[in-house]
């Protein structure tokens, strides 16, 4: 299989990566050998292979929604590093 040639100082350009001539050669040899490996992968068999979304069984555990108690508005409070009208005083992040 061929290797096809990248232009990777144009991939780096995207990802906004700046790259030295030397990590651009480095990067081309690099993505030559991941694809030359993903190609290996369409050699593979898979008639018989049933579809999979994980190789092994993977059950959700759930619980019954029951509805508890919850804390006291003074005690969820009193570690508050600031607060006012019995409210979370925070500092403004969005403008």
Partial sequence: MGSPNFDVQYLAELARIGITPEEIQTFQVQLAN????????KEVELAEVEPTAHSIPIY????EDVPTG???????????PRQ????????????
Avoid: D, I
């Fill in 60 to 63: 959700n555990v759930f619980r």
């Fill in 34 to 41: 991941v694809l030359e490996h993903v190609g290996k992968l």
């Fill in 70 to 80: 919850s804390l006291e508005r003074g005690l969820a409070l009193s570690n508050a």
């Fill in 84 to 95: 006012g009208q019995n409210l979370f005083l925070v500092t403004k992040v969005v403008e």
